[in-house]
């Protein structure tokens, strides 16, 4: 990768780290120079380490065990426990439930998970990443950066701003700026890298901001308990990221009372319009008078703790 020395550390599932978290450490002025292991916000949550602010600095976020044995799990146990152990879902009034976690993959997707599994594909990843000296491992459609970019609070707080209809065709238009990948049933799109819409071309993104923002996050809804349309999600991602508090469960009023529930009197909510244009008025489950009872409802098979509580 451009400029990027290869690291030589593992994250906690034996797996080599990804070019970009070189680049993390220096954004976070070296804050990484002492870690021999590496897990997300998320893994660490798992492992019933105390997590403070949400993993708000790189050391924390991606920081498991430093070089002096500051962690004295064995990584076989802390293997285990990741891929076997019952999920723990823990969640705070002020930050919801929903830690700061990307896959450790070397590119990645509007989502935060990896955006290709294809051999081939990660390939022309790799050589269009090193061709014009990327520094950021996001890779989005022209749909998802309309959708997930439009705001300008977003837009300062990552420094990746698309203003320009012009410029975004050009990129979209141009194989020497795109990369073709397989987006399911068996098409293709093509795939940006967000270098190319920076807000001042002197200034890189803010890879930690990108990666807050783009977290795996996927709300679903008290009711039907799926997942809400990409437009949907795309808006309560904003809002989250805006309000610092990562809530995975919102519905309407209508919907919590139809499963017992009821929101509190004067509860903030998120007015949005779904794929079919229809108006919807969402409340997460922080706004609700029993959260704890919300969660459990959805999330059956998880241990469920309110980390406000000593």
């Not at 076997?84 to 450790?104: A, E, K, T, Y």
């Not at 955006?115 to 050589?127: G, I, K, P, R």
């Not at 749909?143 to 065709?169: M, Y």
Request: with cysteine; proline share 4%.
């Amino acid at each position: 990768m451009p400029n990027v020395p290869a690291s030589l550390l593992n994250d906690v599932l034996g797996r080599p780290s990804p070019w970009w978290l070189s680049r993390l450490s220096s954004e976070a002025r070296g804050a990484l120079s002492g870690v021999d292991l590496l897990a997300t916000t998320a893994q660490k949550i798992q492992l019933g380490r105390q997590i403070y602010g949400d993993g708000r600095s790189a050391t924390e976020s991606f920081c498991l065990r430093d070089a002096h044995g500051g962690f004295d799990m064995q990584t076989a146990e802390a293997q285990v426990i990741l891929t076997h152990g019952r999920r723990l879902r823990q969640f705070s009034l002020n930050r919801g439930d929903v830690p700061l976690h990307v896959d450790l993959s070397d590119f990645l997707s509007c989502s935060g998970s990896s955006v290709t599994q294809v051999a081939e594909e990660a390939e022309s990843l790799a050589e269009r990443t090193r061709r014009n000296s990327y520094t950021s491992p996001f890779w989005f459609t022209k749909e998802q950066l309309e959708g997930h970019f439009w705001n300008s609070c977003t837009q300062h707080t990552t420094r990746c701003a698309p203003k320009s209809r012009k410029r975004v065709c050009e990129v979209y238009e141009n194989p020497n700026m795109f990369v073709e990948l397989g987006c399911g049933a068996g098409k293709t799109a093509p795939y940006a890298n967000l270098d190319e819409f920076r807000s001042q071309s002197n200034a890189e993104l803010s890879l930690f901001s990108c990666i807050s923002f783009l977290r795996i996050f996927s709300p679903i809804n008290v009711k039907t308990q799926r997942a809400f349309d990409a437009c949907v999600e795309w808006r309560l991602r904003v809002e989250c990221q805006q309000s610092g508090c990562w809530c995975s469960v919102w519905g309407s009023a209508e919907d919590y009372a139809s499963c017992g529930f009821s929101i509190l009197d004067g509860a903030i909510g998120v007015d949005i319009f779904d794929a079919l244009g229809n108006p919807l008025f969402l409340v997460n489950a922080l706004c609700t008078t029993a959260p704890l009872a919300v969660y459990a409802s959805c999330y059956p098979s998880d241990s469920i703790i309110n980390s406000d509580v000593d």
